[in-house]
């Protein structure tokens, strides 16, 4: 697809109408974790700005947005509910095995 043709976008609608839709909410009972993994700052940002967007619109603020790219960290609470952690590739890589990324790749499916 083209620049500008809305690949971001249809990408987050997707995401979240799976955790939405999923069978009884069960994605929700299991604090499900999504990570959604660029290779740019840049993406990560566009990524975070458009699922805020839709999250917003679509009034389902009870899943939370983790920004890990660039300077931003991940913060314990993120356990405790539904999440799409936004990653830069190289930060991920880095720090991929300290406990905070233990506990979350026991909960996670990546797009």
Not at 36 to 52: G, H, N, P, R, V
């Amino acid at each position: 697809m083209p620049t500008g043709s809305g690949k971001t976008r249809t990408a987050a609608e997707i995401i979240l109408d799976f955790i939405r839709m999923s069978s009884t909410r069960s994605l929700y009972q299991e604090n499900i974790k999504i990570l959604w993994i660029a290779q740019s700052e840049e993406l990560c940002f566009q990524a975070m700005k458009t699922l805020k967007w839709i999250i917003e619109s679509k009034n389902t603020r009870d899943i939370k947005i983790g920004n890990f790219y660039g300077n931003n960290t991940i913060d314990k609470d993120i356990l405790d509910s539904p999440a799409i952690i936004i990653c830069g590739i190289q930060k991920l890589m880095n720090h991929y095995t300290n406990n905070l990324w233990s506990d979350i790749r026991n909960q996670c499916y990546f797009v």
